[in-house]
């Protein structure tokens, strides 16, 4: 069965830390794309962090320098190390699968997506 599992999501502090984990399962991740993307509340889903399969990795600009996705291929696992954190960091993010990382975050570009963990940014 094809699932991608999220999971590390929660409550900090701004200017803390989270790492956010990424279980597939029916599928091995060093053979595809895997993505990060969140959604605020009354907002649409954007796009955070992407790792191709060739290690190439991208990130979306609100993030860059503080955000790193990471791949763990024996444990076909992938996370995402989230530093710095600030309150419009607070989401749902999921972790999606698709075949490559495209120049702009398309949630169509990506057809595997997992049930989301909640991350709260807040004092």
């Known amino acids: 069965q094809l699932q991608l599992v999220e999971s590390g999501g929660g409550l900090v502090q701004p200017g803390g830390s989270l790492r956010l984990s990424c279980a597939a399962s029916?599928?091995?991740?060093?053979?595809?794309?895997i993505a990060w993307f969140r959604q605020a509340p009354g907002k649409e889903r954007e796009g955070v962090s992407c790792?191709?399969?060739?290690?190439?990795?991208k990130y979306a600009e609100p993030v860059k320098g503080r955000f790193t996705i990471s791949r763990d291929n024996a444990k076909n696992m992938v996370y995402l190390q989230m530093n710095s954190l600030k309150p419009e960091d607070t989401a749902v993010y999921y972790c999606?699968?698709?075949?490559?990382?495209?120049?702009?975050?398309?949630?169509?570009?990506?057809?595997?997506w997992g049930q989301g963990t909640q991350v709260i940014v807040s004092p």
């Open positions: 999606v699968e698709g075949l490559r990382c495209h120049s702009e975050f398309r949630p169509w570009d990506f057809g595997l």
């Open positions: 790792i191709s399969s060739s290690d190439g990795t």
């Open positions: 029916g599928l091995t991740v060093e053979d595809y794309a």
